[in-house]
């Protein structure tokens, strides 16, 4: 992993894995920004990020992603209760598990007929212990899903997701 540049707000990161031969297994770049925790507003980097740059960094993806659009409608919800093994050492859902969530939404037929090819997601809200969460879906196309995140108690959509499959050995 390596950090590739940083703005007013934001912070960015590359991430590359390889396979035991040296190819390329999965790319990702990721983007940060660090909150107060008092008055939960965005920091500006210059408070906390004194790593000085390359000038030339290699970047994973050409473009820089956007904030996912909501979703036009939901074809399948599913309820889940925040239990303690969802948290986090901040007493938050831990964001792996908004992938577990999003994942386990989907037919058990669709999982072990296709793999996840891309996904973006944008974290937008936190979720707690004991909090109602819904979990939604939306096709768009044969193989392509966007994915909503909501926290029920204030009707809070907490995550956005977009993931792309592909037919398993095809």
């Known amino acids: 992993t390596w950090p590739t540049e940083k703005d007013r707000v934001f912070c960015y990161r590359e991430f590359r894995i390889l396979d035991p031969s040296g190819s390329i297994a999965a ?5 940060w920004f660090v909150i107060d ?27 820089r992603l956007n904030k996912l659009a909501p979703l036009d409608s939901e074809d399948f919800t599913k ?3 925040v239990s303690y093994g969802d948290l986090d050492m901040h007493k938050h859902v831990n964001n792996l598990r908004y992938v577990e969530w999003i994942f386990n939404c ?5 999982l072990t007929a296709h793999i996840l090819r891309e996904m973006e997601i944008n ?9 109602e969460i819904s979990v939604s879906y939306e096709k768009k196309e044969k193989s392509d899903f966007f994915h909503k995140i ?9 995550c956005r997701a977009r993931t792309v499959w592909e037919q398993r050995g095809g």
Request: no cysteine; proline share 5%.
């Open 37 to 63: 925790l008092v008055t939960r507003k965005p920091q500006k980097t210059a408070l906390y990020y004194h790593l000085e740059l390359p000038e030339e960094v290699e970047i994973v993806f050409d473009n």
């Open 123 to 131: 974290y937008m809200a936190e979720a707690s212990y004991q909090d």
């Open 27 to 31: 790319e990702a770049t990721t983007t």
């Open 150 to 158: 909501m926290r029920k108690r204030d009707n809070t959509e907490i």
């Open 79 to 81: 309820l889940i209760q």
């Open 106 to 110: 989907l037919p058990f037929d669709f």
